[in-house]
């Protein structure tokens, strides 16, 4: 049974009964794509395998925090803050994320706000708005549960703020800046531990409004990108997004899911992208029937280096035979050794 995740139907919607912001937000929370951004954007996150990151999302309800497993979605904090008088915000996305070398899974390490902008013609400047995002986020965890009691200043959590803004001006068009705390000595040198000061750290990126769909690279940026502003059909999407980016559309509940995207139905690179399609369906057809060849080990080495994802996960996005595994994982070894990759 083929179960649709809650992005395919973003995806789907997003021209019709959905609005653009409504689109945006619901994406960012599916937690393929969130994953993705917390890899590329959040430092501590940066030597964590990919599949592993939902993770570390702190899944306790009596914090309002809670991974829908079923439909890949993200629920996170409160967005509404009214802690101050007569200045409520209501932030985007909200979540709390445990830190990698956290011994307790219930405990949050860093709160994670992640606002998506239209554009950025403002009479104002976002990047000004973001540092007061971040510094109501700090305040607002003293003397809450999940946040520190009184004077306890030591058990300030860091936070990220990530804007993306859709569209931009062609100077700032495919930049992605960093804005956090440094130490600068001013007098006699006298360093401090960086995880008392590191406690804010905000990232603005502005994806391009052109790319070029034939390269290799599949990064964050050209993932917003085929999101957000991307002039293509809801099929292409989802299509770029699952062979590319190795983020599925579907979940399997019994068995494989079947019927994935075939490549050679987007008029992207045809030659060289509808070459590895055949190639994995040839993949297929020899690890159930014959064996495997060194064209379905490069296939196979191919789609880890460009999706992220480990030699066994490529192996059941190929459907390849279980009793043959063994032998292509070591093959694969040794050839990635040898080149190494």
């Not at 990698?100 to 390490?109: C, F, L, R």
């Not at 936070?159 to 000595?185: D, F, H, L, R």
């Not at 997004?241 to 983020?247: D, R, S």
């Amino acid at each position: 049974m083929i179960k649709v995740n809650e992005l395919n139907e973003m995806i789907d919607r997003s021209s019709h009964n959905l609005t653009y912001d409504e689109y945006c937000k619901r994406s960012i929370c599916n937690k393929q794509i969130l994953a993705r951004i917390i890899k590329e954007c959040v430092s501590e996150f940066r030597d964590i395998p990919l599949a592993e990151i939902p993770d570390y999302i702190v899944s306790d309800p009596t914090m309002s925090i809670n991974v829908d497993k079923a439909i890949d979605k993200i629920y996170g904090m409160n967005p509404e803050d009214t802690s101050v008088f007569n200045a409520k915000i209501i932030f985007d996305i909200i979540v709390g994320i445990r830190l990698p070398n956290s011994s307790k899974k219930e405990n949050i390490g860093l709160i994670l706000n992640i606002e998506a902008q239209a554009n950025s013609n403002r009479h104002y400047p976002l990047l000004s708005r973001a540092i007061y995002y971040c510094s109501r986020l700090l305040a607002r965890q003293k003397n809450r549960p999940d946040g520190f009691q009184h004077s306890d200043f030591q058990n300030l959590k860091k936070v990220y703020s990530i804007w993306i803004v859709m569209n931009s001006n062609k100077a700032t068009e495919g930049v992605m800046n960093q804005y956090s705390i440094s130490e600068t000595c001013l007098k006699r040198a006298c360093h401090f531990p960086k995880e008392t000061y590191d406690k804010l750290a905000i990232i603005m990126i502005y994806p391009k409004s052109k790319y070029d769909m034939n390269d290799d690279k599949y990064d964050l940026m050209e993932l917003l990108y085929i999101l957000f502003k991307a002039e293509m059909t809801a099929h292409e999407k989802k299509c770029q997004l699952e062979q590319n980016y190795g983020i599925m559309m579907t979940k399997k509940t019994e068995r494989e899911v079947e019927g994935k995207c075939n490549l050679s139905q987007i008029h992207v690179d045809a030659g060289r992208k509808e070459g590895l399609a055949e190639g994995m369906a040839k993949g297929r057809a020899v690890g159930h029937d014959e064996g495997f060849t060194e064209g379905m080990i490069k296939n196979v080495i191919t789609i880890m280096k460009k999706t992220n994802q480990t030699a066994e996960q490529v192996m059941d996005l190929l459907d390849i035979n279980e009793a043959l595994r063994p032998e292509i994982s070591k093959a694969i070894k040794a050839q990635c050794d040898q080149n190494e990759i």
